[in-house]
């Protein structure tokens, strides 16, 4: 018996271990797309608790912010953040704007299904990604060389094809494709830059924010009428880091 | 008398250690991120007080060894822990300690790390003075003397040296300080190759936090550093990039912006950008050009001259004589061969020109107050004497019967400093006699600035006709113009709602200033006693505030002056448990011990110290040389009281009188302080720095005299409370240095100067009640009588 068992022993051990490990792989594998549930759930929860209850309501703004999974835009370790009312950061001093001011600005342009789009601060890429849902064309424009490149992959993989990426100053516009009926400047400046204004159609909408993404800011909104542009405060998104009021 | 080099040594070096590790704080975070880090470990000092008086037999029975290890543990954690806490593992960004918990904890480790040589270095000071405690008041005179050296030698290093060499060379010290009085000193001599070893094997290369201002430039296309420099004011460096462009809140208009030739950074935050000559006129876009737009300007003072941006558009508008004054001499030295041609540069503090000189101008210039989206507050601790009510007085004293002040400011949200300065503006103007202080302002609103324009003479149709045109062609909007429309002020750039000219009005009616107490910020003048333009946070509206912004938005829009609060708590913590721990040990038994607390607190020195320098500041001109003169003749000449004392004191009553006589100087100088500083003013420096010397040199004389002749007191009376009596006075330095700052911002210096008065008062009780009872414990009648014999 004790021969038997000896015999025996490594045989079993050999079975747990690969019970074990088929078991690992089981969860391994269906971890997946657990996971994707769950973040389904935050974004859903995201446009109900932090989007529609603040007042946005445009239906298509709101369908895009439940089809963009936000946590691939965001650094890996930053991920259990993706989904909260607060920007993240995603490196080079850089932030992905607050789901809430997302929103808003992507509300403010009123974009329609034929507009062509410029976007000059692409970041991680969620903003062009929100907007491709919703426009025609988008054009996004990033200064920091790393990240415009690491967008564009990101952009590509997800299927995001109305999208193109330039590394390059945001302050020449995009003078090739312009003129745009929307403008969406996500980095806060200290200037408009003036090509911008001359690539933004009459009736055109640009909107920027004003301040740090840490800080206390506001958006505005420029429209140009008559060729003259007037800008509007919009309600300060009490941008304030990460609450809103 | 080696033992009194030792001291020395090992005080210069802590200070010297201590501005250098500002410095590099200042560099990779923030200035008052530096402060905060620093203070807490600057209760090392408490914390070797503590360990010192529960351990104080043990160490002395080992004192060769104990000194050996404690003097090269600080040398070595001197010459190692900036890098250390450079490395990816331990490196934090304060920007992101109020988003990510982990940034908390390695804020913790920063603390501990940086604690390490102070805590050792104050550890071996402190065993010495126990060691050596008969001799308490030259020891005490070889601390403060050297600590005013470590000073001048960090003032002097951090001009020559970059940050981290220089904390090398600080660790250098407390091994020359062993070598002094230790023997083996083959050991000593091997312990520095060790130090100079691993320092060289890990070198410190500094990180920039990612939201430093200059590591944002420089991810620009072709952004390159073109020129650095190491300066007592910080490191200088200048930058490049063919995407550098400056124009605050142009006209939209404008079909250009301003090209930047380069901009200047002091520590990684943006100083100024220097406009390239073919498109300098670009301010003229700006809001900035209201000045120029009312009337020409022919002889034009620019102040706080920066970059020199003012300076290019006073040209392009035909100045014909412009000054520039600058505080920030190296900078000057940088950027004025940039200015081009027929500028008389100056390196002072603006409020020093304008109190001493006689000429009029026709434009005063100064820098937009605040920053672009504002700087989360962080300026709110600066002292800003170019922005109080006395300073907007003397500008209107320098003007031509036509000439204007010009002051621009970011329109922030919530809405602070433009509602400021338009308050400073008007209480002005009625200060100055102006009964309506509306015909003298034009202010005109962009997307993004306001610039006031105040003028000496009330303005003219002509003008206001021109203002308007101005704000036509440029698409900006009046907000103040002598018969102005509500119609009118929001025609390009609209607002949410009108309460911004709701306020505007307020402040410019009769009995304007009640508005203040409404106001949810700050927006009170500042003035000469209270010069913090940029602190706008009323304590008591926190709670409204954080219910309106949200808590976690509170700390970014007003950080600094929280910051300052949350390390004053923090210290006051840590001191708490450094100062109890010990009383439990002794199981509370001393009746001695609360007038030790009292008598060894050091608030008063410490309250002293940083009137006489932010007086200085204005007085001099020159921010790091009056503080840096300020605080060593400070010590030095409280170093020589400290050294007399033995021979001066005789019994308690003299050493009451002493205290009497520094209550009496203070009580003199808090109101009369500030007049005989103001009133000459225009003298030259020499005589300055004489009367700054007749003002200094007694005070400290006596300030020296109090801490040893009741530490060599307590020494011969009870032994073990002398570690303990130097930890209270370690901490409660510390804790005072920021108690200080908190009643200058919300009472004013005069009262800082009445409180150092009441707090050398105070410690006159502890030395009545022992005259004959329990206080200072001693088992004797009287127990100062015996001072004398105690110092040989």
Not at chain 1, 227 to 242: D, E, H, N, Q, Y
Not at chain 2, 489 to 494: E, H, K, L, P, V
């Amino acid at each position: 018996m004790f021969k038997r068992s000896t015999v025996q022993t490594p045989h079993i051990r050999t079975f747990v271990l690969m019970q074990l490990a088929t078991a690992i792989l089981t969860l391994a594998l269906s971890a997946a797309p657990f996971q994707e549930d769950a973040y389904r759930e935050s974004r859903n929860a995201m446009v109900t608790q932090q989007i529609r209850k603040e007042g946005i309501r445009s239906p298509a703004v709101l369908a895009a912010m439940r089809a963009v999974p936000r946590h691939l835009f965001v650094p890996e370790s930053m991920r259990s953040y993706a989904y909260s009312d607060r920007p993240v950061p995603i490196g080079y001093g850089q932030t992905i704007s607050q789901p809430y001011i997302v929103a808003y600005m992507t509300q403010a342009i009123t974009p329609q299904p034929g507009f062509k789009v410029l976007e000059i601060g692409t970041g991680s890429g969620y903003q062009a990604a929100i907007l491709s849902g919703i426009v025609k064309a988008v054009y996004t424009i990033e200064i920091v060389a790393p990240l415009g490149q690491s967008a564009n992959e990101r952009l590509k993989q997800l299927g995001y094809n109305n999208v193109t990426v330039r590394i390059g100053d945001g302050y020449h516009g995009w003078k090739e494709q312009a003129p745009f009926d929307a403008i969406v400047v996500t980095a806060a400046t200290a200037y408009i830059p003036p090509p911008l204004l001359e690539q933004l159609k009459e009736n055109g909408k640009m909107i920027l924010p004003v301040g740090s993404p840490f800080e206390t800011q506001w958006l505005m909104l420029v429209t140009k009428k008559d060729g003259k542009a007037i800008t509007k405060r919009l309600l300060p998104v009490s941008f304030v880091p990460f609450t809103r009021k | 008398m080696r033992v009194l080099w030792s001291i020395g040594l090992l005080s210069a070096a802590i200070i010297a250690f201590q501005l250098a590790l500002m410095q590099v704080l200042s560099i990779v975070q923030w200035y008052h991120f530096a402060y905060m880090v620093i203070s807490v470990a600057l209760l090392g000092f408490g914390t070797a007080g503590t360990v010192l008086s529960i351990f104080r037999k043990k160490m002395l029975a080992h004192l060769t060894a104990w000194l050996f290890w404690l003097m090269m543990g600080a040398g070595l954690g001197m010459a190692l822990v900036t890098g250390i806490a450079q490395t990816p593992a331990i490196r934090f960004d304060a920007y992101l300690l109020f988003t990510d918990l982990k940034q908390a904890g390695l804020l913790l480790l920063n603390y501990l790390l940086f604690f390490i040589p102070f805590f050792l270095g104050a550890l071996a000071i402190g065993l010495l003075f126990v060691a050596y405690a008969e001799r308490i008041s030259k020891l005490y005179f070889a601390n403060l003397t050297g600590s005013g050296m470590g000073g001048i030698l960090a003032l002097v290093g951090v001009g020559i040296l970059s940050p981290q060499q220089l904390t090398t060379v600080m660790a250098i010290l407390p091994v020359l300080a062993a070598w002094l009085i230790l023997p083996r000193r083959y050991l000593i001599v091997l312990a520095a190759i060790v130090i100079i070893g691993l320092k060289w094997m890990f070198p410190s290369p500094l990180h920039l936090s990612q939201y430093k201002d200059l590591s944002k430039t420089l991810l620009l296309p072709g952004a390159k550093i073109t020129r650095e420099k190491n300066s007592p004011g910080g490191l200088i460096q200048t930058l490049t990039s063919p995407a550098l462009r400056y124009a605050p809140g142009l006209s939209l208009n404008a079909t250009t912006t301003g090209d930047v030739n380069y901009a200047a950074f002091v520590n990684g935050d943006w100083f100024g950008a220097v406009l390239k000559a073919d498109t300098s006129c670009i301010l003229n876009y700006t809001t900035l050009a209201l000045p120029y737009v009312i009337g020409p300007r022919k002889e034009v003072l620019v102040l706080s001259a920066g970059g020199g941006a003012h300076i290019q558009q006073a040209r392009s508008n035909g100045a014909e004589k412009i000054t520039a004054v600058e505080p920030n001499a190296v900078m000057l030295n940088i950027l004025q061969n940039d200015w081009g041609p027929g500028v008389r540069a100056l390196a002072l503090e603006p409020r020093t020109f304008l109190s001493t000189g006689t000429e009029e101008f026709d434009l005063i210039t100064l820098p937009i107050a605040g920053s672009f989206g504002g700087a989360a507050g962080l300026f709110a601790l600066q002292e800003q004497f170019v922005l109080t009510r006395e300073a907007f007085l003397e500008m209107w004293i320098r003007l031509r019967h036509d000439g204007a002040i010009s002051v621009s400011a970011w329109m922030d949200y919530p809405l602070r400093h433009p509602l400021k300065l338009l308050a400073t503006i008007t209480e002005m103007l009625y200060s100055a006699g102006i009964t309506d202080p509306r015909q003298h302002i034009a202010a005109v609103r962009s997307w993004g600035t306001i610039t006031f324009a105040v003028t000496r003479s009330p303005l003219t149709a002509k003008e206001i006709a021109a203002v308007r045109q101005f704000c036509e062609d440029m698409q900006f909007d009046p907000a103040i113009l002598p018969g102005l429309l509500e119609s009118e002020r929001a025609q390009y750039n609209q607002l949410e709602d009108t309460l911004l000219f709701h306020y505007i009005n307020r402040i410019l009616s009769p009995g304007g200033n009640g508005f203040y107490n409404d106001y949810d910020f700050n927006i009170r003048p500042a003035t000469d006693n209270q010069p913090y333009f940029q602190q706008f946070i009323k304590l008591s509206r926190l709670p409204r505030l954080a219910g309106f912004l949200g808590n976690r938005s509170l700390p970014f829009l007003e950080l600094g002056y929280l910051l300052l609060i949350a390390t004053f708590v923090q210290i006051i913590l840590l001191s708490f448990i450094l100062i109890i721990v010990p009383l439990f040990r002794k199981g509370w038994k001393s009746a001695a011990l609360p007038g030790i607390l009292v008598y060894f607190s050091g608030i008063g020195y410490m309250f002293v110290e940083m009137v006489l320098i932010q007086r200085c500041i204005l007085y001099f001109g020159t921010p790091v040389y009056a503080a840096a003169a300020v605080i060593t003749s400070l010590l030095i000449f409280s170093g020589l009281g400290s050294y007399v004392s033995p021979y001066l004191m005789q019994p308690r009553k003299l050493l009451i009188a002493v205290l009497i006589c520094i209550t009496g100087l203070l009580l003199v100088y808090a109101p009369a302080l500030t007049p005989l500083l103001q009133n000459t003013m225009h003298l030259p420096l020499l005589f300055k720095a004489f009367i700054v010397l007749l003002l200094i040199a007694p005070l400290a004389f006596l300030m020296g005299i109090p801490f040893p002749a009741g530490l060599s007191y307590v020494a011969r009376t009870e032994a073990a409370a002398v570690p303990w009596a130097w930890g209270v006075n370690g901490c409660l330095s510390v804790i005072s240095t920021g108690l200080a700052s908190i009643i200058a911002i919300e009472l004013g210096f005069s009262w800082v100067m009445m409180l150092a008065a009441a707090a050398y008062g105070l410690v006159i009780l502890p030395l009545l009640s022992a005259s004959g009872r329990s206080s200072f414990r001693t088992g004797q009648k009287k127990p100062f009588s015996n001072l004398q014999q105690s110092h040989r």
